[in-house]
């Protein structure tokens, strides 16, 4: 049994940190109580954290502030009627679901969360308010007026679900476990009935809806704890039983698919921001039951620990998690109040992934958790741009995570991944080489354009028009994260075709409904270099378009054709368009010719063959009649242009943009043209000369193909039948070759379309044996040429089948 303690008694163990220790049970049920009482004092270790000192930086700092902003929000704290703190009146006159509702019930949560401060304020050293009797008051003060006033058994739910099944109890919970000595057995009883009402045990009954991936974990989390502070172990039973839905790979909707791919609300690639979510809250969830009767050892929570590596780490680099996988939460900058969310960016949104998979890892094995304690040392290192330590978005407990892996000698950074990533269940790819990285977003009829909701997000139009981000290893690692979401154009982002019809706020519908009625988008990998393409058909216009891109060592060849649009409008491909700071001033050269460097400055790059942005990188350009527009300019914007909750505060970005001018309604517009990321103008330029080392083999919309002869590459996507090069395919399909200086060739096919029953592929080249090949192979000829008959290529998803031969 526990020794007991009062209800200000504290443990202060040898690294600064405090507990509160529970209450011994009574005598009857000493066994069960103990063991409750011991997931009580692990969830609060979990939310305060352990393992820091107090008084080294960055706790010290951090622990007085919050003591501060404790004190100030007890003063402020004025308990009526609708409302706790004047600011925050959750009260709803007319109690609905629009947004106004939406508005009333993030405040109730802000509410709670405010008293979350207190408390933890309360039970963390060195605050200056530790064990403060008043403090302790407060919050016991706070807990009764909320609950009697919206959150209790006898009154009805408004607004957002979410903060009435996720939200609100998840912070209510955690206050009862916080200040569970200090609170009646009645109190409790109270707030366990308030949160049986909103969240029953039929929240998870059924695996759809909102109670699915990070949802469901979510809901786990309030019934387990739910269960813990109210002594039942049913609920928690309930709350691992539940977790199971969650494990198993998806071919469809919401959920971790073999590839990778992580998808939240049916239509959107989230595993920067639901992902996350899921993946620490199952680490809590592991950690805090553990050892317990109620340990989650379904074998299935494997699945979870492949994806550290096969889902996040691909789209971590330098401590950043890459946006096209974020969905709505772009939009999230700095906050109009402290009532909105936390303020995030691409970096910020990264660190809680890293302390995730720390957490995560105490569950997984041996072998496993000194792998990813060696990643996470390396992204925490690498990230000069946003020092996670210096996050004020992370709570103390993640920074002791990260702090402990830093100081941790035994430990080796491991340097970043290299390698290429195809993630065919939500239309992403990552490229990964030495010194940069780049991400691709696209979109197709089970992937939407872009999320939008809760006010959020409404002008991510394109963002699944085949938008391409990139960084350096020391360069660009700012370049989404300052300010880009609200001052960039965004008709024109990077990478992406698209007509300059006027789009309204959040046009075809929130939560990812529209889709494009697309087949053919994907590609093909062997892991090191890709073929990828992208059938297009605009949001609410009549653009379409064949986009492919062939990602290599020191560059990514960028191919456009068949663009056609009867907006009556422009239609663009835009280049690049690189953010350049509030400075502005990286030089600009074309052709060896620096171009001005004062906005606002315009160009027409008539016949030029290569461009260079300084600090960024080189791009070839096709020459001839192609028309190539470059502009410099200073964008402004609000965060609140994007979010209904960002501040009114205009920003100001300097922005470098060049695309390509297809002209108004064109019916036959093409482009080529290489990115080379990191490269030195003098790079750009040798590269331009070398008409030697790319031939474009194919830029129709029935095919599109190179052949880089020097990388010994081919890459060919196949719109329909046809020839390419050396190439023959019998339908539509995406083909990369890789002849290897070992005598050997690796063929990748995919069917994009995951519709092919059959396919026939023949290369025209001698091949002296089949050294390898998939079940999908019905039969393979060799000879004068290399003949390959798939069978059924439906079923796999648009995933690559790699064949290996050797050459004749």
């Not at 109580?33 to 692990?42: M, V, Y």
């Not at 003591?67 to 009260?91: E, I, K, N, Y």
């Not at 006159?93 to 207190?118: F, I, K, M, N, V």
């Not at 496993?368 to 996470?376: F, K, M």
Request: proline share 5%; net charge neutral; hydrophobic share 40%.
């Amino acid at each position: 049994m526990m020794t007991r303690w009062s209800r200000r008694g504290f443990l202060t163990v040898s690294t600064g940190t405090a507990l509160a220790l529970s209450r011994s049970a009574p005598s009857g049920a000493a066994e069960e109580a103990d063991g409750f009482a011991t997931l009580r004092t692990r969830w609060r270790t979990l939310v305060l954290g352990e393992g820091f000192s107090p008084t080294a930086e960055p706790f010290r700092t951090r622990l007085a502030e919050l003591g501060r902003a404790a004190d100030q929000l007890r003063a402020t704290m004025t308990p009526a009627t609708g409302s706790l703190w004047p600011d925050l009146v959750f009260a709803d006159p007319e109690p609905d679901t629009d947004q106004e509702s939406y508005g009333h019930s993030a405040r109730l949560h802000a509410s709670y969360q405010r008293l979350g401060t207190l408390a933890q304020a309360y039970g963390r050293p060195g605050t200056g308010v530790t064990g403060d009797s008043a403090l302790e008051a407060a919050v016991l003060t706070g807990l009764d007026h909320l609950h009697a006033q919206a959150y209790s058994a006898d009154l009805a739910r408004y607004g957002n679900w979410y903060h009435w099944q996720i939200g609100v109890p998840q912070a209510l919970l955690d206050l009862c476990v916080l200040m569970y000595d200090s609170l009646t057995p009645d109190q409790l009883a109270a707030h366990c009935a308030a949160v049986d009402h909103f969240v029953p045990d039929s929240a998870v009954a059924a695996y759809t809806g909102t109670s699915t991936g990070a949802n469901r974990v979510d809901l786990c989390r309030v019934l387990a704890l739910r269960g813990i502070v109210g002594g039942e172990a049913a609920k928690v039973a309930l709350a691992r039983d539940a977790l199971s839905p969650v494990f198993p790979h998806v071919t469809a909707g919401d959920g971790l698919y073999a590839d990778g791919s992580f998808v939240q609300h049916t239509t959107v690639p989230y595993t920067g921001t639901y992902g996350s979510v899921l993946l620490g809250g199952l680490g809590l969830l592991f950690a805090l039951l553990d050892g317990s009767p109620w340990a989650v050892t379904d074998p299935g929570r494997q699945t979870v620990f492949d994806a550290v590596e096969n889902a996040w780490a691909p789209f971590l680099y330098n401590g950043l998690v890459m946006d096209g996988v974020s969905g709505r939460a772009v939009s999230r900058g700095l906050a109009a109040s402290d009532t909105a969310r936390v303020q995030q960016d691409d970096h910020l949104r990264g660190h809680p992934i890293l302390a995730a998979v720390l957490l995560l890892g105490q569950a997984a094995s041996a072998s496993e958790n000194a792998r990813w304690r060696g990643l996470v040392k390396g992204w925490l290192q690498r990230d000069h741009y946003s020092p996670p330590m210096r996050n004020r978005s992370l709570g103390l407990s993640q920074l002791a995570r990260l702090k402990s892996v830093l100081d941790d000698t035994s430990v080796t950074a491991v340097a970043e991944p290299t390698g290429h990533r195809l993630f065919t269940g939500m239309a992403r790819a990552t490229h990964r080489r030495p010194g940069w990285a780049a991400s691709l977003s696209m979109a197709d009829r089970r992937i939407t354009y872009y999320e939008s909701g809760n006010g959020e997000n409404p002008r991510g139009w394109h963002t699944g028009a085949g938008m391409l981000y990139w960084w350096g290893d020391s360069f660009g690692n700012g370049q989404y994260s300052d300010a880009f979401w609200p001052t960039v154009d965004p008709g024109r982002l990077p990478g992406t075709t698209a007509s300059r019809k006027v789009l309204a706020d959040g046009a075809g519908g929130d939560w990812g409904i529209a889709l494009p009625d697309v087949d053919w988008v994907g590609g093909t990998t062997d892991g090191r270099r890709a073929a990828i393409g992208q059938h297009l058909k605009g949001l609410q216009s009549t653009l379409e378009a064949r986009k492919s891109w062939f990602f290599l060592d020191d560059t990514v060849v960028c191919l456009g054709a068949g663009i056609r649009c009867a907006d009556g409008t422009a239609v663009e491909t835009v280049v690049d368009n690189r953010n350049l700071g509030r400075a502005g001033d990286s030089s600009f050269t074309v052709d060896g010719v620096v171009q001005p460097v004062a906005p606002p400055w315009s160009g027409t790059l008539t016949g030029a063959r290569w461009a260079h942005l300084a600090g960024h990188g080189g791009y070839v350009l096709p020459g001839g009649a192609t028309t190539v527009r470059a502009l410099r300019e200073v964008r402004d914007g609000r965060w609140s242009d994007i979010n209904k909750d960002g501040s009114t505060t205009v920003l100001n970005r300097a922005y470098l943009t060049m695309w390509v001018d297809h002209g108004t309604d064109p019916t036959a517009g093409s482009y080529a043209y290489q990115l080379m990321p990191g490269a030195t103008a003098a790079r750009t330029a040798e590269r331009a000369a070398d008409t030697g080392w790319l031939d474009v083999l194919a830029n129709s919309d029935r095919q599109q193909g190179v052949v880089v002869p020097p990388l010994g590459f081919t890459g060919v996507n196949f719109w329909s039948a046809g020839t390419v090069g050396e190439v023959v395919a019998s339908g539509p399909c995406s083909v990369m070759i890789d002849e290897r200086g070992d005598g050997t060739a690796v063929i990748c096919v995919s069917d994009p379309t995951r519709t092919r029953a059959g396919l026939a592929l023949t290369w025209n080249r001698p091949v002296d044996s089949v050294l390898s090949r998939p079940d999908t192979v019905a039969s393979a000829a060799t000879g004068a040429c290399l003949r390959l008959a798939f069978g059924d290529l439906g079923t796999t998803a648009g995933g690559t089948q790699r064949v290996r031969v050797r050459l004749g």
